[in-house]
């Protein structure tokens, strides 16, 4: 503001200069003053013009300087509101909020407490949503697929379920498949409840089946203990096997329904074909 005052100022000193020689140009044409006065007023018009002139640029210089000062300072309240939403964003997450909602079940740490990140705060369970893991052994979960029908009993009764998932690691000789629980789910069904579960790998209708002997594979032909009708003896036979569950096992060849058969380890009796019962 006073810079722009004293150019004003300067201005009309111009403006006045300026009129003072054009009447003093006609006056010395008339001859009523020298033409050494007449120099003079015009030279004085002269100096203010560029006194003008150099004011008129020094106001335009001093406001492009306070556009560039107000752009700097505009840029660090920018960076200023930057930093606090920054901050105020840091302060909402410090109030720790559930993504679902649902039942508060453990929260282990104490007030004041300091933590690192990735620290577990509080665990949270929806109770209509809780899956079954089921530990496989390694051996049986080569034909577990995604979508087979499951059966999980809570001890308090049976859920049914799906598989939909199934770990690609194998721990302690057993795989973990995970099984959805849809329907009703059985009253007392909480977290970290021990379930026991069945998975449907296929069904077999009208099939001869015997219960699963401690060796032997499915799909192949194996040597089992048939007991006589008297009970008192049993004989070695060959029997062709086919599908087979966790506790049983597809017999093909070899048994008919209603025989009996040893099915427990009978290693030691590999060349005997035929044994006594006492």
């Not at 000193?13 to 003053?33: E, F, H, M, N």
């Not at 017999?251 to 329904?257: D, I």
């Amino acid at each position: 503001m006073a810079q722009k005052s004293a150019a004003a100022t300067v201005n009309a000193d111009y403006s006045q200069a300026q009129r003072q020689a054009k009447i003093d140009k006609a006056l010395y044409s008339l001859g009523v003053i020298s033409g050494l006065a007449y120099n003079g007023s015009q030279g004085k018009a002269d100096e203010l013009s560029t006194r003008n002139k150099l004011e008129e640029q020094t106001v335009d210089i001093n406001e492009k300087a306070i556009e560039s000062q107000l752009a700097v300072q505009q840029a660090k309240v920018e960076q200023a509101q930057a930093i606090y939403e920054l901050k105020r964003q840091q302060l909402d997450a410090l109030k720790v909020r559930a993504g679902i909602s649902g039942v508060l079940t453990s929260m282990p740490l104490a007030v004041g407490q300091h933590v690192t990140m990735g620290t577990m705060l509080a665990e949270v369970v929806q109770p209509n949503q809780l899956k079954a893991q089921l530990k496989i052994p390694e051996t049986q979960a080569r034909d577990i697929q995604m979508g087979q029908p499951a059966s999980v009993d809570t001890h308090n009764g049976l859920a049914d379920g799906v598989v939909t998932r199934m770990d690609p690691a194998v721990v302690n000789g057993t795989v973990t498949v995970d099984v959805k629980l849809v329907g009703n789910i059985p009253d007392g069904a909480r977290k970290d409840l021990s379930v026991d579960g069945v998975i449907d790998l296929e069904r077999l209708k009208d099939v001869l089946y015997v219960g699963r002997p401690a060796f032997g594979n499915e799909e192949s032909t194996i040597t089992l203990f048939r007991l006589d009708p008297q009970g008192k003896g049993a004989v070695r036979v060959p029997v062709k096997v086919g599908r087979a569950s966790v506790n049983a096992i597809q017999v093909l060849q070899g048994l008919h329904e209603g025989d009996t058969v040893i099915l427990s380890d009978m290693s030691r009796y590999d060349t005997t074909d035929r044994i006594r019962l006492d």
